[in-house]
């Protein structure tokens, strides 16, 4: 019983350090960090996850390299629609690979990421600060800018599956009320208005089996004094 006590608590002091790792309750959520972690790991052949997410994009190299690689497709969207509208010329240019977290020159790479994701036209709402990464201020806040380049790129042409069923959707929705504009583009992307989430009706059919057992049973607790076999019978 012991160990079973312990194993328990080890598991919910994980789970619960998962959560708190992006500062969100809903464990909903953070399956569109997982979307993320699987479509940016696709394009750069990076094993990303969760856990690592944050730590391997932090001086911003990877960010600038995911820049990179999505505009190539920006490019082709530009040369096939005439009508495209203004959209970066180039990815980020001499960022630092190989530089501290906390460093300028990692810094400097974040700017030049977000200075790169306002010329894809990522929302101003949807643009971490800084410091939200750099000094983990709001990790939530840098998912939710990845996901908006993430459906620019998906706009521009390039595959994405970065959509949310109803109940996740929901939860975003949540996270809009709670915090204002800066999830904004996520929760309108994700069906505009809050869904419904499917109801279900808990009440029997009158001709359902559970329910023909509910009125032999109704009719057992209004007559003590008849056999049950006999009601049952009927």
Same mark, same amino acid.
């Given at each position: 019983?012991?160990?079973?006590?312990?194993?328990?608590?080890?598991?919910?002091?994980?789970?619960?350090?998962?959560?708190? %790792?992006?500062?969100?309750?809903?464990?909903?959520?953070?399956?569109?960090? *997982? &979307? @993320?972690?699987?479509?940016?790991?696709?394009?750069?052949?990076?094993?990303?996850? +969760?856990?690592?997410?944050?730590?391997?994009?932090?001086?911003?190299?990877?960010?600038? &390299? =995911?820049?990179?690689?999505?505009?190539?497709?920006?490019?082709?969207?530009?040369? &096939?629609? *005439?009508?495209?509208?203004?959209?970066?010329?180039?990815?980020?240019?001499?960022?630092?690979?190989?530089?501290?977290?906390?460093?300028?020159?990692? +810094?400097?790479?974040?700017?030049?990421?977000? $200075?790169?994701?306002?010329?894809?036209?990522?929302?101003?709402?949807? !643009? /971490?600060?800084?410091?939200? @990464?750099?000094? @983990?201020?709001?990790?939530?806040?840098?998912?939710? $800018? =990845?996901?908006?380049?993430? +459906?620019?790129?998906?706009?521009?042409?390039?595959?994405?599956? !970065?959509?949310?069923?109803?109940?996740?959707?929901?939860?975003?929705?949540?996270? %809009?009320?709670? /915090?204002?504009?800066?999830?904004?583009? #996520?929760? #309108?992307? /994700?069906?505009?208005?809050?869904?419904?989430?499917?109801? $279900?009706?808990?009440?029997?059919?009158? #001709?359902?089996?559970?329910?023909?057992?509910?009125?032999?049973? *109704?009719?057992?607790?209004?007559?003590?004094?008849?056999?049950?076999?006999?009601?049952?019978?009927?």
């Amino acid at each position: 019983p012991f160990r079973v006590w312990c194993s328990v608590v080890c598991s919910s002091v994980l789970s619960s350090g998962i959560n708190a %790792e992006y500062g969100v309750k809903d464990e909903r959520m953070l399956v569109m960090v *997982d &979307k @993320l972690c699987v479509w940016m790991g696709g394009i750069l052949d990076e094993k990303l996850n +969760r856990e690592n997410l944050i730590p391997q994009i932090r001086n911003g190299a990877l960010m600038c &390299k =995911l820049a990179s690689e999505i505009q190539v497709s920006v490019d082709e969207y530009v040369g &096939k629609n *005439d009508e495209a509208g203004p959209l970066p010329k180039r990815g980020p240019q001499n960022f630092s690979e190989s530089c501290g977290n906390r460093s300028m020159e990692a +810094r400097e790479n974040v700017m030049k990421f977000l $200075t790169w994701s306002r010329e894809l036209r990522v929302p101003e709402s949807s !643009i /971490f600060s800084p410091d939200d @990464l750099l000094k @983990l201020k709001g990790k939530m806040n840098v998912v939710n $800018t =990845l996901l908006a380049v993430a +459906r620019r790129a998906k706009e521009c042409g390039m595959a994405a599956d !970065i959509d949310a069923p109803p109940k996740i959707a929901n939860a975003f929705k949540g996270l %809009e009320e709670k /915090f204002g504009k800066k999830f904004e583009h #996520t929760a #309108t992307a /994700f069906g505009g208005q809050k869904q419904a989430l499917k109801e $279900t009706d808990m009440k029997l059919s009158s #001709t359902s089996p559970w329910k023909i057992v509910q009125q032999k049973i *109704d009719l057992i607790l209004q007559l003590p004094g008849k056999p049950a076999y006999e009601i049952f019978r009927a």
